[in-house]
């Protein structure tokens, strides 16, 4: 029995990417690979360009009660789909799912632009949101087609830079657009960007067309996708409905469980589940997820509140503070630019997993240390740190989970993946608001012209006493502590997956095409 275990873990290895590269001349695929980056930007960048702009959107509408709809209504689109294009890549083939992905977000881009109402709005971001999951997970999936195992994992290093410069740059360029010609251009703009993206792939990328029969899951998709957004509302459940233990919230808490069982209960009998549940006989694909929701827990999770951090606990000023997201940046940029290129030599990723989450831990367990007189340089050195750390393990979850795949699941286990970060993103935010708003009211300071410590904006405290900011600084510091160490204990879970993963080589394709061959005469 033992041998057929191992026999059928090498034939689940052994099928990862059964046929050549979707397209050999290398300018081409350059070209391609530049569209799709052109693609994933304009997705990446919506949520983050929307951020600054909202005050005056709400300005114009009113309504604030709904504000944080605006934001939740497109990540709350994103997780629901993600899977479910993935899976439809895998059945028919990814250039005209990702054609159709793009061709609603620009659509609903235009609608956002041409909004005349708040509700209006909200609806075109839930359209917006269809779209650019399906583009986000369609990227990742068509890079698998075009580039060998090696190759792939530079090529997704630069991915992730695409990510890192949307976040960064997304809300300075919010707020001068927003400035220079008025809100609708943030959304206004994606118009064209679609249109070019489109023309280029119907004109560039070739279609291969899967070699099986479509059967859509609809149950399945269904299920996933209730159990998705049932997940990030939850999350976002003290923004939206006033806390976390409110009876909506709980009430989507309890609806996210049932869709969670029913969804594995029908993927078990489903002829193409969304998620084949077999992906999960394969201990690198679970590692890999955890190591996943882990990762962006620290990694995209922690960026508002290291915003936070630095604008109370120091005392600089937004800008000031937006300059040492730089550092942050740089060391995301070195770290997985060196990653990729090292793994694209080797085949060797799970040293970098390691090396990535004991980074993070460590720069958690250094920021643990820090008070209200510690210097702004040795807390960007920090930043640096984690910075560098999530930089070297960004591209890891997605190469390491599409080398694992059978060729068939490979959109499907790259949708888990994607999703699975993004998931970990939204718990960690929530869970990283409770500490912090926990612990401000734990405090229980009397601070002189301080009526309620968590209303008070940079300017109102630049405006306060020096011993009143003093205090609020210190207030800040002692909440920030326990964060910190939720966030390194968060690390180190994702770093034991990470040492419990197998030392797999990525494959060339030219050792691919002998194991594709001999699975085919067996």
């Not at 497109?74 to 250039?95: I, N």
């Not at 993103?425 to 929530?430: D, H, L, Q, R, V």
């Not at 800040?476 to 197998?502: D, H, Q, R, T, V």
Request: aromatic fraction near 8%; proline fraction near 5%.
């Amino acid at each position: 029995m033992s041998c057929l275990n191992i026999h059928s873990e090498r034939r689940f290895m052994n099928t990862q990417i059964a046929a050549a590269p979707l397209v050999t001349d290398h300018r081409r695929r350059f070209i391609l690979f530049l569209f799709l980056m052109a693609a994933m930007f304009m997705a990446t960048l919506d949520n983050q360009i929307v951020a600054t702009a909202l005050p005056t959107i709400v300005g114009e509408f009113g309504h604030l009660e709904r504000f944080g709809w605006i934001g939740s209504a497109y990540l709350l689109a994103v997780s629901a789909v993600m899977p479910l294009y993935g899976k439809l890549g895998d059945l028919f083939g990814r250039k005209y799912v990702m054609m159709a992905a793009i061709m609603i977000f620009t659509v609903g881009s235009a609608v956002c632009g041409l909004a005349i109402s708040m509700n209006t709005l909200i609806a075109a971001r839930v359209l917006q949101g269809l779209g650019g999951g399906g583009i986000m997970v369609s990227i990742f999936a068509v890079n698998a087609d075009l580039f060998e195992p090696r190759e792939r994992a530079r090529y997704q290093s630069y991915s992730s830079l695409v990510l890192m410069a949307s976040g960064a740059i997304g809300p300075v360029l919010g707020g001068a657009m927003s400035d220079l010609f008025g809100w609708r251009s943030i959304f206004l703009v994606n118009v064209p960007i679609g249109f070019v993206v489109l023309v280029g792939l119907a004109v560039m990328l070739p279609y291969r067309k899967p070699n099986r029969r479509p059967r859509i899951d609809y149950a399945g998709a269904l299920l996933l996708a209730l159990t998705t957004a049932s997940i990030v509302l939850a999350a976002d459940g003290a923004q939206l409905f006033g806390s976390l233990v409110a009876p909506q919230n709980l009430a989507m808490v309890v609806l996210g469980v049932a869709a969670v069982i029913g969804w594995v209960f029908v993927e078990r009998r489903a002829a193409e589940p969304i998620v084949p549940l077999s992906l999960f006989r394969n201990s690198t694909f679970s590692l890999l997820l955890v190591m996943s929701i882990m990762s962006g827990a620290i990694g995209i999770g922690m960026v508002n509140y290291f915003a936070l951090f630095l604008q109370t606990t120091t005392g600089l000023s937004p800008s000031a503070a937006g300059a040492f997201f730089i550092l942050l940046t740089g060391g995301i940029v070195c770290g997985s630019l060196s990653a990729g290129r090292i793994i694209s030599i080797t085949g060797r990723y799970k040293p970098f997993a390691i090396a990535s989450l004991t980074c993070s831990a460590i720069a958690f367990v250094l920021l643990t240390q820090v008070h209200a007189g510690t210097p702004v340089l040795l807390i960007g050195a920090v930043m640096a740190l984690h910075g560098f750390g999530v930089g070297l393990a960004q591209q890891v979850p997605v190469v390491g989970v599409q080398n694992a795949a059978p060729a068939r699941d490979v959109g499907a286990a790259t949708g888990s993946v994607t999703l699975s970060r993004m998931g970990g993103a939204s718990i960690a935010i929530s869970i990283y608001g409770a500490i912090v708003g926990s612990q401000l009211g734990k405090t229980g300071l009397s601070i002189p012209g301080v009526t309620d410590i968590e209303q008070l904006t940079p300017k109102m405290l630049a405006a306060l006493p020096e011993v009143a900011r003093q205090a609020v600084a210190e207030a800040y510091a002692n909440a920030f502590i326990p964060l910190f160490m939720a966030s390194c204990a968060i690390a180190l879970i994702g770093l034991c997956a990470a040492l419990m993963l197998k030392p797999t080589q990525l494959p060339r394709v030219a050792e691919v095409r002998p194991a594709a061959s001999a699975e085919a005469a067996e």
